[in-house]
């Protein structure tokens, strides 16, 4: 924890620093800061545990009295607790981890010496991170180096004696467990420190403006002397070790908040309102099932790029997706192996402004929404607040299928327990339209996440509607974190929105993954081929990815072709006995038992269900409307009371949409007269 006030200048970078570190929370006592220091802390919060408490005191020992307050409030809840400023980094040797330290360590304090930093002879605030700028320091027997901090055991604390040290019931020791003994008093080392295991880097002075501003701010229990900058500006040692990590710092760091808003055009700008952009190669056994569940849970087209050796075969095989007067694929030869990064962003220059909304799938990637839901009604919940909705992945095994499944949805049913960190997304195609995103994508990250790669906020959301501007910082470690806290991949697998990942398709999968090539954008896909090779690993990830029964896409896939030629053999002895039935009886049998429903827009039908969902039938509450048929076929027929047995143009919705557009029905019949439908006209 540290006290802070108007640090906004560096404060990112101190609290990237901790969790790089090994600290899991992080604790601000704000001492009336008017910069955007807790604005940048609430942003870190965003994906990490960030914690920020008002701390006004103006008392001489406004310091001692916020650690105490701290220690004891934490003491329940953290074994260990560190106080440190905002100018001062731990630093451990090479091979060292905090938590491992720590856990060797059964004493109640460890005690942190000073490494006093120079001004690297900056005058002004120079650019860049502060480990990077300032990276010369004092011999170790500059005197002000005796001074330590103070990691505790907060159950173990007495009181704090001064910023550095606590009266602690138990032994101080440092890093590697030797005893401390002190000189000048608690805090203040009696022999000279040598670093061994690690140092708390103090970036004291660093510029003279940095000096300057700091002595405007002042300090509540103490005032600086004139000189004191030349004092501890001492740059003897040249020392880069956290220089050499800036890159993990930046990564860590959240980005600038962007300046502008996404500019989306209005829905009548575009052809279609929902699209795919897709790459296959080797697809061809997979391709037509997966291009007939994407249509009908409610995407409009597909930009196919064809990434095999030869195309005709996977082309034949989707002949009825490409012809006719609307054609339901796009399809683009691309025979150059492993680049697909090229053919998404060939999509992203020249086809991307036909769709409203977009997303990069792969063709073992089912997008799976909430039961009862199609793509319209679900996107919906979140279409003014965002413009990327990112969907988790969930694995799934081969079910212990040796050879292609006719039938991906139907044949692999069992998954992984956890959702995979790893997202995929739907997001507005006007994205694509920025000029910055062609200079920044250098890899295939981009189908995974685009805040990054654009100068533009796009509001990322996922499918519970949380902000996730933050959460491929520090991935996929904080991503995992973040996504175990509150229950929230739990409640994320029980929403039903998610992407089924069949990334393993047959047991052999993993080496015609590797037999197909993995040149270019391929190239991480090894890991297939390095498992593969490994046969305790192996039977190890497959156990993994087939551990839990999941049919809900399966019985999806069931119901929609079932519609189409399930049971048809019955048809026609059902014909038979409905035209020999009276036409009251014909009707109240068939609203029973019958099992075809007519779909066709237009078409006279009297009214029957599919078999499963005849005891929904519901008193008063259903009405006709002329609706075209839903896209995924016919699960329930609407009814309406008083209309005897005429025959209407019959639209079809699943029960869940009829729910949601006309509330629950009060009373429920099965094969029984229906109030209100009167004889049948003669």
Partial sequence: MAIVKNEARHIAEWLAWQFIIGFDTVILLDNGSTDATIAIAQDFALGRDVRVVAWSSTAPDYQMRGYEHIARAMAEEFEWLGFFDADEFLRLDDGLTLKGLLAA???????????????????????GLLVERFTRRAALGFGPNHHVKSIIRPAQMENCLNPHAFAMRGEYVDLLGRPIIWGGGPGVLAATPDHQGGSLNHYFVRSRAHWREKMARGYHDLTRPEGEFEAYDRNEVPDERLAARAGELRAMMPKPAKPQTLQAPPASAYRYRFAIAACARWETPYISEWLTYHRAIGFEHVFLYCNDDEPSELYEEILPFVQGPAP????????????????????????SGAAQWVSFLDLDEF?????????????????????????????????????????????????????????????RSCILDRPELFETIADNGFVHQLSDCVNVDIRPLNVLGEDMRQYYRDFPNAANAWLQQDGRAERIMQSGAMIHHYAIRTEDAFRQRVARGLRGDFHGERIWGEIADKPDELQAFLSHINAVEERRLALFWERLVAHGWDNIAELGPAVEMFVAMPDHERIRQALASARVVIVEPGVRAYYALTEQFAAEIAEGRLVVENFAPAARGGEIAMLTPGGGGRAYPVATISWDELVAKHGMPTKVYLGAELPGFGPAPR
């Fill in 105 to 127: 360590r059964p004493e109640a304090a460890v005690a942190l010496p000073w490494a006093i930093f120079g001004s690297n002879g900056h005058d002004e605030f120079p650019d």
């Fill in 328 to 351: 339901f694929v796009s399809f683009r030869f691309f025979p150059e192996q492993g680049m697909h990064r090229k053919m998404m962003m060939h999509f992203a220059r020249h086809d």
């Fill in 367 to 427: 997008i799976s929404l909430p039961p009862g839901e199609d793509l319209p009604g679900f996107l919906s919940r979140f279409e003014e607040r965002t413009d990327c909705l990112m969907f988790n992945w969930l694995l799934f095994g081969p079910n212990g299928q040796t050879t292609p499944p006719k039938s991906v949805l139907r044949s692999l049913t069992r998954h992984q327990p956890h959702l995979h960190p790893f997202t995929k997304m739907l997001f």
